[in-house]
């Protein structure tokens, strides 16, 4: 019996109460919780038997204790001595353990030699830049100083560096935000003021071709991760002075920038105000990319349906922007959010435009067809299946009927089956490597579908259903828009295998009375046609160029008229040279 206990004791897990451990200090809030003072009050109840040991604290925790302050209020300014300015970067950048961030001693070459140091990065400068900025200020700085040395940065910036931008700041917090971003600070002995120069030399993605969105004919440019370059390829695509940028600076932790680019003559001004009011109101740690930032902003954060658009293409962005919307670019991610959104915007790819009109709209017709199809397809079935076999010609049931004669499921455990199966294949597809992505797409739904259908598990036509509802699928341009259609499919499977035509006709009335409550920053999801506005040349239909005269109504832009009435100057009115 003893043993047996020493054996339990031996495989069951006991706390050792005599070992010094890493104990955790708990904050303020966690102090405040009723958990805690719960654990509190047993800890008080029941004391550890044998020795005793102090609670050990992290050296992080006393360092974070006394420099709370430091950071926030005395490190708020810079200073004219140049060693305090030193301890203060020290501390803030936790120098020496901080291994990228450099601080470089060197004395400005001038006759009267004053000491002086940078801050930077190693990894987000160009290191030639920044060669040419020593070389600058060590070499060729020959000159007296004409002033005191407390204005030493401002002659420093006017007389001797060549580099386009470099501003004096004062304030830490600028000085950390710029520095993080890749560009050097120069501190100067006896100048409380510090010069920021642009030195970012990052390594980055080039302008590739865009892998989201392909293009058949069309401009082959895309985004990148790198902000500068994002707006670059917008202002090159609209070259108008009115072309406004406006960066913020949204996260606490990681400070992240975003821009904010529209027609300052164009675009609603409340729609701009509207748009830098939410961003600027975002209260996070971080915001990553554009989905984040497209979820903090949107107004229906719910609802499965998008109600902004996000591309990767800057000709959708350039379009959107010409017509009076307002694109989000942030640092870091290679999508850009233009909003306000409709349906109908989602549904187009901008590639109709190049493209004669006629093709245009027969592309547009064939894609609404899609967008039909790739919801209510498996749903239709099993409702004319389970309820409605009337509908169908009599050798089509017939049809039907035999070739579900050895399958031993119900028609909607088939149909759910061969749906979860295709999802499978289509996330597989995704998340491999791409050289084997689209071999084992096809190859594994090829063989999968064969199988099935050869061991009696799924009949011939069902497979052939699920396979344009996945084709369907793909043919909608918007992948957000096309997933959430992915997700209404398995309701409309659920409402048709329940109650037929009368579950669809139900899903479809609360599903068109959702999306027209939608709203993308005050435009309705369903604009033009509900609520009915003045409907444009450019909704379902794509009609001819010269009858793009005015700008969507709905966007309410400060300037309607896109182009005169008689856009064709070439074609002479009523015998007259004027095209008035």
């Given at each position: 019996m003893n043993i047996l206990k020493q054996l339990l004791e031996f495989v069951s897990y006991r706390e050792n109460i005599d070992r010094e451990g890493f104990i955790l200090k708990e904050t303020k809030d966690d102090q405040k919780s009723p958990e805690s003072s719960d654990k509190s009050t047993k800890n008080q109840k029941t004391k550890p038997r044998g020795r005793t040991f102090k609670k050990p604290v992290r050296p992080s925790d006393i360092t974070k204790k006394n420099n709370t302050k430091n950071t926030q209020e005395y490190y708020e300014t810079t200073s004219s001595s140049l060693e305090e300015n030193r301890k203060a970067v020290g501390k803030l950048y936790g120098l020496p353990d901080n291994k990228d961030v450099v601080i470089r001693d060197f004395m400005i070459g001038t006759s009267?030699?004053?000491?002086?140091?940078?801050?930077?990065?190693?990894?987000?400068?160009?290191?030639?830049?920044?060669?040419?900025?020593?070389?600058?200020?060590?070499?060729?700085?020959?000159?007296?100083?004409?002033?005191?040395?407390?204005?030493?940065?401002?002659?420093?910036?006017?007389?001797?560096?060549?580099?386009?931008?470099?501003?004096?700041k004062s304030r830490f917090s600028d000085i950390l935000d710029a520095v993080n971003y890749g560009d050097t600070a120069l501190f100067f002995d006896g100048c409380a003021d510090v010069l920021l120069v642009e030195t970012k030399g990052w390594e980055h993605r080039p302008v590739e071709k865009p892998t989201s969105e392909q293009i058949i004919r069309g401009p082959h440019e895309a985004f990148t991760e790198t902000l500068r370059a994002n707006t670059a390829l917008l202002r090159k695509s609209i070259r108008n002075e009115q072309l406004t940028t406006d960066i913020v600076q949204v996260g606490e932790r990681d400070r992240r920038y975003v821009a904010i680019m529209y027609l300052r003559d164009l675009a609603n001004k409340d729609l701009v105000a509207e748009v830098k009011r939410r961003v600027k109101s975002i209260r996070t740690d971080s915001v990553l990319g554009g989905g984040i930032l497209e979820e903090l902003i949107e107004d229906n954060p719910y609802n499965l349906t998008p109600t902004s658009l996000v591309t990767e293409r800057p000709d959708r962005v350039a379009a959107g922007i010409l017509d009076g919307r307002v694109a989000l670019i942030i640092d870091g991610s290679p999508f850009v959010t233009v909003v306000p959104s409709t349906m109908y915007e989602q549904l187009h790819t901008g590639e109709e435009l190049y493209h004669r009109w006629q093709y245009g709209t027969f592309i547009r017709l064939l894609r609404a067809l899609a967008f039909l199809l790739s919801f209510l397809l498996p749903g239709l079935y099993l409702s004319v299946v389970l309820f409605h076999q009337e509908m169908i010609p009599t050798e089509l049931l017939l049809a039907i009927a035999g070739a579900r004669e050895r399958v031993p499921f119900p028609s909607v455990v088939e149909v759910l089956l061969m749906e979860f199966s295709f999802e499978l294949i289509r996330e597989a597809g995704l998340r491999i490597p791409s050289v084997m992505g689209t071999t084992i797409g096809i190859v594994g739904a090829l063989i999968l579908g064969q199988a099935a259908v050869q061991a009696n598990i799924v009949s011939p036509i069902l497979v052939i259903l699920v396979a344009v509802t996945g084709l369907s699928s793909f043919a909608i341009p918007y992948h957000s828009l096309a997933f959430s259609l992915r997700i209404y499919r398995f309701m409309y499977i659920?409402?048709?295998?329940?109650?037929?035509?009368?579950?669809?006709?139900?899903?479809?009335?609360?599903?068109?009375i959702l999306t027209a409550n939608l709203k993308s920053f005050g435009v309705p999801f369903l604009a033009p046609t509900g609520p009915k506005t003045m409907a444009g040349p450019d909704i379902v239909f794509r009609l001819p160029m010269f009858f793009h005269e005015r700008r969507p109504d709905y966007l309410n832009p400060q300037d309607i008229k896109r182009q005169p009435k008689v856009s064709r100057g070439w074609i002479r009115q009523n015998g007259g040279d004027d095209n008035s």
């Amino acid at each position: 019996m003893n043993i047996l206990k020493q054996l339990l004791e031996f495989v069951s897990y006991r706390e050792n109460i005599d070992r010094e451990g890493f104990i955790l200090k708990e904050t303020k809030d966690d102090q405040k919780s009723p958990e805690s003072s719960d654990k509190s009050t047993k800890n008080q109840k029941t004391k550890p038997r044998g020795r005793t040991f102090k609670k050990p604290v992290r050296p992080s925790d006393i360092t974070k204790k006394n420099n709370t302050k430091n950071t926030q209020e005395y490190y708020e300014t810079t200073s004219s001595s140049l060693e305090e300015n030193r301890k203060a970067v020290g501390k803030l950048y936790g120098l020496p353990d901080n291994k990228d961030v450099v601080i470089r001693d060197f004395m400005i070459g001038t006759s009267d030699g004053v000491r002086a140091f940078a801050v930077f990065i190693d990894g987000m400068t160009d290191k030639t830049l920044q060669d040419f900025l020593f070389q600058s200020l060590m070499v060729f700085a020959k000159r007296p100083l004409q002033t005191g040395k407390e204005k030493l940065a401002g002659m420093v910036r006017e007389s001797l560096l060549p580099a386009n931008q470099a501003t004096l700041k004062s304030r830490f917090s600028d000085i950390l935000d710029a520095v993080n971003y890749g560009d050097t600070a120069l501190f100067f002995d006896g100048c409380a003021d510090v010069l920021l120069v642009e030195t970012k030399g990052w390594e980055h993605r080039p302008v590739e071709k865009p892998t989201s969105e392909q293009i058949i004919r069309g401009p082959h440019e895309a985004f990148t991760e790198t902000l500068r370059a994002n707006t670059a390829l917008l202002r090159k695509s609209i070259r108008n002075e009115q072309l406004t940028t406006d960066i913020v600076q949204v996260g606490e932790r990681d400070r992240r920038y975003v821009a904010i680019m529209y027609l300052r003559d164009l675009a609603n001004k409340d729609l701009v105000a509207e748009v830098k009011r939410r961003v600027k109101s975002i209260r996070t740690d971080s915001v990553l990319g554009g989905g984040i930032l497209e979820e903090l902003i949107e107004d229906n954060p719910y609802n499965l349906t998008p109600t902004s658009l996000v591309t990767e293409r800057p000709d959708r962005v350039a379009a959107g922007i010409l017509d009076g919307r307002v694109a989000l670019i942030i640092d870091g991610s290679p999508f850009v959010t233009v909003v306000p959104s409709t349906m109908y915007e989602q549904l187009h790819t901008g590639e109709e435009l190049y493209h004669r009109w006629q093709y245009g709209t027969f592309i547009r017709l064939l894609r609404a067809l899609a967008f039909l199809l790739s919801f209510l397809l498996p749903g239709l079935y099993l409702s004319v299946v389970l309820f409605h076999q009337e509908m169908i010609p009599t050798e089509l049931l017939l049809a039907i009927a035999g070739a579900r004669e050895r399958v031993p499921f119900p028609s909607v455990v088939e149909v759910l089956l061969m749906e979860f199966s295709f999802e499978l294949i289509r996330e597989a597809g995704l998340r491999i490597p791409s050289v084997m992505g689209t071999t084992i797409g096809i190859v594994g739904a090829l063989i999968l579908g064969q199988a099935a259908v050869q061991a009696n598990i799924v009949s011939p036509i069902l497979v052939i259903l699920v396979a344009v509802t996945g084709l369907s699928s793909f043919a909608i341009p918007y992948h957000s828009l096309a997933f959430s259609l992915r997700i209404y499919r398995f309701m409309y499977i659920f409402l048709g295998a329940t109650l037929g035509f009368y579950g669809l006709a139900m899903g479809l009335f609360a599903q068109i009375i959702l999306t027209a409550n939608l709203k993308s920053f005050g435009v309705p999801f369903l604009a033009p046609t509900g609520p009915k506005t003045m409907a444009g040349p450019d909704i379902v239909f794509r009609l001819p160029m010269f009858f793009h005269e005015r700008r969507p109504d709905y966007l309410n832009p400060q300037d309607i008229k896109r182009q005169p009435k008689v856009s064709r100057g070439w074609i002479r009115q009523n015998g007259g040279d004027d095209n008035s």
